[in-house]
C-alpha cells in the first residue's frame, strides 16, 4: 500500500517526497531505488562511448542543438504485419519497433551494441495520474544486436530488456548517469545519442461552436540528439492498423537532409522485411537498391597487352628520344631498347622463362630499368629486393620468390644468398658477355614458352602476420589499363619529365615506371640516398622534373616555392592530409591522391585534380577496377556507411606466393560476379560519399601503413620475440605534436 501524499508545492517536489516515502532513499541500501540504480549500473556498464553514426560533417566540438525534420509514412500493410507480429510473440508495438529501430541504427554504425533512449511518462504509481505536472523521465535501452539473430531472437531479447527496463524505471536518468559516470564530453549527450519516442496517447478532440479544431505537429528546429525517431500509429474506423506517421529529428549540425531521407527508407526496408520473412538474420536485410548506388561512367579499357609489348609501345616512332637520367649519365630509348634485349638474351639462356622468377638486388639506378625492361622481354617475373634491406629480409625474398637468377652488382652481393645463381651486371666479365650477344628484338620463337596475360610479371612482398614477408605475384592483365590511366590523369606528354623516386620494392615504382613509359616520356632516377628534404627539392628543380609520384610524408619535406616546372603531383601510400593539398595545388600544378594494395596493381582507386576546399578522398575505382564497401557479411553498405573495402577486376593479383591458404582467405569469390570471379580484402574501412567517390577511413586489422609502407606489427612482434630475455612484446604505432608516425616496440 502507498500513502497518500497532500502536497500543494511543484509537481517535481511532491514527486520527490511521493518517491521516498514509497520507494526509499537512494542511498540507503536495502531501498528500492537503490536497487533499481544498481540495475542500470549492471545492466549500462561499459556502455560504447558514442554512437557512430554516418554523419556528413565532423562531430562539433561543442554540442550544436540546431536540427531539423524528415517526415514519412510507414504503409498500412507493414503496420499490420508488424502488429501481428507483434502479438504473436507477446510484445508491444513500442517493442517491435524498438527492435526495428535497432537493427537501423546497427546497421548504419557497424556496431552490436546499440543502446537508444526512450522517454516514459514517470507515473510509475496511478495515484500519481490526477498530479498535474511534468513527471517525464528517460530510459536508456540496451540491445545486442547480432547479425547473425533473426528478428523474432531480437524481438525477444528487445521484449526482455524493455520489460526490465520498464521494472526500474523510477531512477532519474540524471542519478543513472552520475552512478555510471561516462566520460563526459560537450559534443554529445551521455549513454545514449539516438532516441525513440512512441506515441500511444489519444489524440484529443477538441469541438467547439462554429470553430473547427485540427491538432498540428510543430516543427522543431531542435534536436537534443543526434537522431531521434517519433511515431504515432493510426486506425480506421473499424480500429484496423492504417500506417504509421514517422518522422525523424535530426542534428543538422552533424547530417544533411538527403541523408536522413536515406535513413527513413532504409528503416521502412528493415520493417517490411522482418514483417515478411521474421526468421532471416537481420544482418542479412538488404538496405542497398539501386536508386541507393551511384554509378560512374567507367572509361573504355585500353587492349590487354604483355608488359614487354607495353614497354616499347610509345617510343618506336622517335627511338633517339631520352628515356632515363641518372646523375650525368642517360639512355635513350634506343639504348635502352637494346641493352634490355642483350641481357633478355643473357637470362634465356639461363632458363629464365614465363613462370621463373628473377630477382633484382639493385638499388635505383639505369641498372634497375634495364633489368625490369629485360626480365620482361624474356617472358619471366621480376622480384625487385632493396639491397638495403636486412640481410635475412632479403635472403627469405630471394629463396621464398624461387628466383632462378639474382641480378645485382659488385656492391650488393654480398646480401645475394651463397647458393643464388647471382649476375653481377658490372662485372667486367658480364659486361663482354653481353657485348656479344645480339640487340636486336626478341622473337617469339627465342622465348622458353609462350607467354600469357596469366603468367606473373612481377612480385612484391609485403608484410605478414606470422612476423614473414608474402610475395604477392601480379600477372599483365591490369598493366595496360594503369599505363594509361597515368598517362591521361596525370596529363603525361612525351615531353614530360617524370621522377623515380620510389623504392624498389615499393609497387608505386611500378607506377613511376609506366607513367614514363606510357607516353614516351623521360624518367629522372633519383640517387638511392634522396630520401626528401632539400635533396630531393633540389633535384626535381635541378633535373626539370615535371611530373612525380611522393608518398605523403617524403612530400611533406618539400618545399613547393619555386617548382615551378613540376606540373603535377601525385602521392599516396598513406593518408593524405588536407594541409598538404593546399601546400602543393596551384595556378600551374594539379595533385592527384591514389590508393591501392600491392595486390590490384598499384592503384584501385584514384582521384580527380584535388581542391584545397574539398575533402581529401581516394577517389573512384580505376580503369579496369570495381570497388565494393560491405559489411561483415558481405552485404553492400548505404552511401555514408564504413565498411569494408573490396576491389575486383582484371587488375587483381594471381595471388601469395607459396601461401595457398592466405591467398584463399585474402582472394575471395566475387558474390555479385560471375562464377570463379574474385574480389580482394584489403582490410581497409572506406565509404562512399553522395559524389560517387571513396572516403579512407583507416585499416580494419592490425597493419598500418608508416612512409607509404605497409607494414604489419606482428612481424615486428615476431622479431622482437626472437631476441634472448624478451618474453612478450607489443608494437603500436605513435603520434606526436602532430608529427608523422612512428612505430615504437615494447618489450618484457
Known sequence: AYEIIKCDWSSDVCSSIWQERALGRIDEADSTLAGQLEYWTRQLASVPELLALPADRPRPRVQDLSGGVVRFDIDAGIHRRLSETAIEHRSSMFMAVHAAYAVLVARLSGMEDITIGSPIAGRGNALLDPMVGMFVGTLVLRADVDPAASFTDLLARVRSTDLDAFAHADVPFERVVDALAPERSTSHSPL?????????????????????????????????????????????????????????????????????????????????????????????????????????????????VHFSTLLERKYVDEPQRTALIFGDR??????????????????????????????LALPRSLESVV???????????????????????????????????????????????????????????????????????????????????????????????????????????????????????????????????????????????????????????????????????SLIADQHVTHAFITPAALATVDPSGL????????????????????????????????????STVVASITEPMSPTDRVTIGRPSTGISAWVLDNRLHRVPVGVTGELYVSGDGLARGYRNRAGTTAERFVPNPAGSAGTRMYRTGDLARWNKNGELEYQGRGDFQVKIRGFRIELGEIEAVLARYPGVAHSVVTTLERDGGAARIVGYVV
Open 192 to 304: 545514449f545519442q539516438v532516441m525513440l519516442e512512441f506515441k500511444n496517447t489519444t489524440r484529443p478532440a477538441v469541438s467547439l461552436t462554429d470553430l473547427d479544431v485540427e491538432v498540428l505537429e510543430l516543427e522543431s528546429a531542435v534536436s537534443n540528439f543526434d537522431l531521434q525517431l517519433t511515431l504515432a500509429e493510426t486506425f480506421d474506423d473499424d480500429g484496423r492498423p492504417a500506417g504509421i506517421e514517422a518522422g525523424f529529428t535530426y542534428a543538422s549540425a552533424l547530417f544533411d537532409e538527403s541523408t536522413v531521407e536515406g535513413f527513413a527508407r532504409y528503416l521502412v526496408r528493415i520493417l517490411g522485411a522482418v514483417t515478411e520473412s521474421p526468421h532471416t538474420p537481420v544482418g542479412d536485410i538488404d538496405l542497398v537498391s539501386d536508386l541507393d548506388t551511384i554509378r560512374a561512367v567507367a572509361p573504355e579499357l585500353p587492349e590487354q
Open 330 to 359: 642517360h639512355l635513350t630509348y634506343s639504348d635502352l631498347d637494346h641493352r634490355a634485349n642483350r641481357l633478355a638474351r643473357l637470362l634465356i639462356s639461363r632458363g629464365v622463362g614465363p613462370e621463373s622468377v628473377v630477382a
Open 371 to 537: 633489368a625490369i625492361w629485360a626480365v620482361a622481354r624474356s617472358g619471366a617475373a621480376f622480384v625487385p629486393v632493396d639491397p638495403a634491406y636486412p640481410v635475412d629480409r632479403v635472403h627469405h625474398m630471394i629463396n621464398d620468390s624461387g628466383a632462378g637468377v639474382v641480378l645485382t652488382t659488385a656492391e650488393h652481393v654480398g646480401v645475394v644468398p651463397d647458393e643464388a645463381d647471382a649476375v653481377l651486371l658490372d662485372q667486367a666479365k658480364t659486361l663482354a658477355t653481353l657485348e656479344q650477344i645480339g640487340d636486336q628484338r626478341i622473337g617469339a620463337s627465342e622465348l622458353l614458352a609462350a607467354v600469357s596475360l596469366d603468367n606473373p610479371a612481377y612480385v612484391i612482398y609485403t608484410s605478414g602476420s606470422t612476423g614473414v614477408p608474402k610475395g604477392v605475384m601480379v600477372t599483365h592483365r591490369g598493366l595496360s589499363a594503369l599505363a594509361e590511366q597515368e598517362r591521361s590523369r596525370f596529363r603525361v606528354e612525351s615531353t614530360s619529365r617524370t621522377l623515380h623516386f620510389s623504392s624498389p620494392s615499393f609497387d608505386a615504382s611500378i607506377l613511376e615506371l609506366l607513367m614514363a613509359v606510357g607516353a614516351g616520356a623521360t624518367m629522372v632516377i633519383a640517387p638511392p640516398s634522396i630520401i626528401g628534404g632539400t635533396e630531393l627539392t
Open 564 to 599: 615551378n616546372e613540376l606540373v603535377c603531383i601525385g602521392t599516396g601510400g598513406d593518408v593524405c592530409p588536407p594541409d598538404l593539398v593546399a601546400a602543393w595545388v596551384s595556378d600551374h600544378r594539379i595533385m592527384i591522391n591514389a590508393y591501392g594494395p600491392t595486390e
